[in-house]
């Protein structure tokens, strides 16, 4: 087990050169496995989640080979994929987990999809239903709430060469469960109808119609007419851009320090990424966004961000702006114990279903460092202003809550210590190296079990 310990030194200065995005990662992996000929990924994050995607489609006979943060992979076309000879293991990546089902619910041979104790309590309900609904035979497992399903996913192979189309919609703005129902909706005879609440991440839509597999967008719903589509596309090439929710802690980090001053290049600036950034102008951060005038190969817009620190304010974030950054709560919710004045986080209980309760995690976290908070079901209220004091965290194996309890630990008088933070590298495993290299006061430790 590794933990992190952190003393507050003073501003962070410089550049940050921020892993690929995960979720294009992803998705990179998939349709480049999925494509006819040879695809070369390069930008890769090098984080665990993205190399159980890859590892799941090599048990699949894709062949896959990484050299740093680039990856050849030679694509078997759409129903090239075949029998894995053993369980598909997922690691902590839900994302691996639903987007998968979504392809192997359409396929002759069955499948196993397991993952680390953190992913087996996350729900699989929400794509087990609408999946089965069109014609997949997937079995999820009884767990920790009656009448949810949760992992491992026991998928059945179908007798159909095809799928049927499917009309849906999306109880929340997921775009886990979009992708997976976009991905089996390549494997079926019908057009594939989806309609969200509000606009979740459109990574998949956008790879789709780069890669010349057409999608039509009417507001908040997309439809896969497999009648229309480019079901054959060939291999690519694709760098992938900048996380925004890993370059968020090292943004919010400047923002928050005093004498800060850090520069980003090569950010993906996704409008369904950047909800953070907006929270982040509300609550009166300086910072400067310069787009790149050329899109990048995945569809993605993309861009240089300077940040500076300056003194900001609570403010209220809910609706459409906790959608567009779900992931960025976290660390958002750093900055508000750093800002005068109360923030309110309502309309986020999504929050409760990632790798930790989130809602509950951070509360307690705050708390620890001496913030006055106030747990509600959906959120939370945080009272800003409060001179923040060292602690002792537990990350709950997520790895989100590991990188915050840093953040605000650098801006906390005296030492702080994260404990348990393997669960880093499913994301960001470069976080420590880069935050030293801007001035930080951070090591990583191993600790004897």
Known sequence: MKRFRIQSKGPLRGEARIPGDKSIG????????????????????GGLDNIATADAFRSMGVEIAFLGDAARISGVGLRGLSAPKKVIDCGNSGTTMRLLAGVLGAQRFGSRLIGDE???????DRIIQPLNARGTRIEGSSGAKKGVLYPPLYIHGIKERALRGIDYTLPVASAQIKSALL??????DEPTRLTEPSKSRDHTERMMNALGIALTEDGLTVTLDPSRANLRWRGFDLHVPGDPSSAAFAIVAAAMIPGSEIHLPNIC????????????????????IEEDKEENASGEKVGHIVVKHQETRGTELRGELIVRSIDEIPILCALAALSEG???????????????????VMVD?????????EEHPDGMTIVGGAKLRGATLNSHHDHRIAMTG?????AAEGETIVNDTDCV??????????FRGLGAEIVEEKVRT
């Not at 991905?183 to 079926?188: D, F, H, K, M, V």
């Not at 590298?425 to 880069?434: A, N, R």
Request: glycine share 8%; charged share 25%; hydrophobic share 45%.
């Open 118 to 124: 953190s992913l087996t309590k996350r729900p699989m």
């Open 269 to 288: 600036l996704n409008e369904t990424r950047t909800g953070f950034l907006d929270a982040m102008a509300k609550m009166g951060a300086a910072f400067e």
């Open 26 to 45: 992803h998705r990179a992996i998939i349709f480049a496995s999925l494509a006819e000929g040879e695809s070369r990924v390069t930008g890769l994050s």
């Open 342 to 360: 109360v923030t309110t986080i309502r309309e986020a209980e999504e929050l409760r279903v990632k790798e930790s309760d989130r809602i509950k």
């Open 425 to 434: 590298g499913t994301s960001f495993p470069s976080f420590v190296e880069l």
């Open 406 to 410: 840093a953040i605000l630990g650098m």
């Open 365 to 373: 976290m705050l708390r620890a460092f001496g913030v006055e908070c």
């Open 183 to 188: 991905l089996s909706g390549l494997y079926a």
